[in-house]
């Protein structure tokens, strides 16, 4: 699958990944009007327009994009009729060949992970059979476990030829409390690098790994450090756009093939309408903003990959 | 609910939780081939069969204990038919007035954060509705993000009077990789138990806070000093039993009032059936064998609780 997203990269010219993370608050009243008029102000009525909010900017976007990351916590707040959101969002972006990145952020002892792992990208055993579940290409991984806990993601990862993203740096204020404490001179998230490298060389695909790492944009001299430590994991760069990371601020998360990352925008796309530069396409054109969106962030990714050369 | 968790355990003599984390090996063959009858060797079909299950279970021993633990990645590994059966499983336990520790271990930046907490602890509004989800008591969580990742959580318990479980030391093998690692002199998990300390200082019950903590019983002189430095902090110690924890281990994660700690078991209650030792209940009895293991793990921590006195 690290392959694959390689591929689409290339191909797109879009080291992009747009963020499927719903707040009721982004989707336009005329959507979440008619799902409650159908539901009601349910959990269902909810979901529906969740899923109805997603299919309009995938059926917008997908051309453009070589990967989608629906935020699992967006759709599981919403109960079990949001999970079904999820399910439905995930399939939807397989039928239009989108790589699909679940941002589950799971992680625990071996025996637990190994259920995560084959509910997100693996199979799991019911009598004879073995059934694919939520089947996202890539994972997000929490790694405050160590290797017991990420194992049973690599082999899942092995047999299935799919990936995972390892949290190493988050983009959040705050992410310095623990993952900035120094050992011997050099920050936690340093180790986690290392790791991510050392479970990564077991699992190359063509030029990158299947194992990647997650390192917020609003960090880039972390960015910059964490790129030489870990050099064929792809990294999955939250931050850009809403939380404040800038595509200059980026350029040293690439290597000099022009490839290794992927920055994902979330708000700024799925809401782009709500912004004053997309205003003028109203509610109801919500997901010609976020095309226009994807665009300028192609554009903008792209100039400061230029000028960086 | 740190009351109502407190005073359950003093009622019931039974500082003791158990997992419902059933695997599908665990689950005996009558109830499969029924669940599978129904439903076909289906997610639905395995989901049935789970829930049947932690329902037997559940009606033999809860007059027994203050509360259960399901582990939600037994059932997102069935997908969202699972997540029904988790569902169930947790209000089914409200009914039996069990407290309810949903084994979520979430975590993420803020934003994010919230959806969780509402989802798993609070309210999500939906229009003018505001709607219970999955409406546990307490979840565990994920410090790896630090205070902007817990914040949510905290927010959502002082509202609900719920509460949170921090991991702070795991059971697993591993877990020392990046817990351990030390800072100044200090492993990271006193930084993290520190930081429960503080947190919880902000949301206190009678007597504990609403923050808790969780320190494997796998790593006994972890779980001593984490005492004193988490002192109103109620420690959930994974690890009894099956993982290699022993009851006289774990007498100091108690406090001198013979409270501040539950500990959780798994494997050898639900599955107990399986042990040799209670082979003589058959998999058609396999809930009156989880309720002698309940009775007998009870007697094991309350003889090692008076020995240490």
Redesign the interface.
Known sequence: MINKLVEKIKKTKAPVVVGL?P??SYIPEQI?QKS?AEFG???E??ADAVWQFNKGIIDCVYDLLPAVKP?I??Y?????E???AF?KTVDYCHKKDLVVIGDV?????????T??A??HLGK??????R?S??DEDFATV????????IQPFLDVCKEEKKGIFI?VK??????????D???DGRP?YE??GE?VAEWGGQLMGDTYSYVGAVVGATYPEVGKIMRKVMPKAYILV?GYGAQGGTAKDLVHYFNEDGLGAIVNSSRGIIAAYKQEQYAHFTAANYADASREAVLAMIRDLDSALQQSV
């Open positions: 993370d707040m009721l979440k409650f102000e349910t959990l009525g909810a935020q916590a967006m599981e707040q919403f109960g079990v949001g999970l079904r399910q952020k799971r992680g625990d002892i071996g025996s637990t992970s259920a995560y084959a509910g799991v055993a019911v009598g004879s059979s059934l579940v939520f929490n790694p405050y476990f160590g290797t017991d806990g949290l988050t983009s959040n204020p705050s992410s310095g409390e623990f993952q404490r120094r050992i936690l180790y986690v790791k939250p």
